[in-house]
């Protein structure tokens, strides 16, 4: 039974920073490319990162360059987002999919349904 797992959330204040957890069972994790997103309370999904497991390369949505840091431990079959100086517009439930096809644009950014694996998200709350 294949799981994704999306862990690490919780509230914080404008300026801290987090780590995000991705974590994947019953899988082949070098074969999967593990990408994040994440929906604020009444706006649309937004793509953030993906990382690409076969070759460890990486890509990043405009919005998410310079704050975002996405990382890997293959012995933990984990990929880490980091998020550096937290803003109250980061207030959102962050996803994790994985997926066979290899991401290097916008267009691996799509319905969860039509990811190979969609895990469950985790709140991050940004508020003083």
């Known amino acids: 039974q294949v799981q994704v797992v999306a862990s690490g959330g919780g509230s914080v204040q404008p300026g801290e920073s987090l780590t995000l957890s991705c974590t994947v069972s019953?899988?082949?994790?070098?074969?999967?490319?593990i990408g994040w997103v994440r929906q604020a309370p009444g706006k649309e999904r937004e793509g953030l990162s993906c990382l690409n497991n076969y070759d460890a390369t990486t890509y990043y949505e405009d919005s998410a360059k310079g704050r975002f840091t996405i990382s890997r431990d293959n012995a933990k079959n984990t990929v880490y987002l980091q998020i550096g100086n937290l803003k109250p517009e980061d207030t959102a439930v962050y996803y994790c999919a994985a997926d066979a096809l290899d991401c290097h644009n916008s267009a691996w950014f799509r319905a969860p349904s039509l990811y190979d694996y969609w895990g469950q998200g985790t709140q991050v709350t940004v508020s003083s």
């Open positions: 019953g899988l082949t994790f070098e074969d999967y490319t």
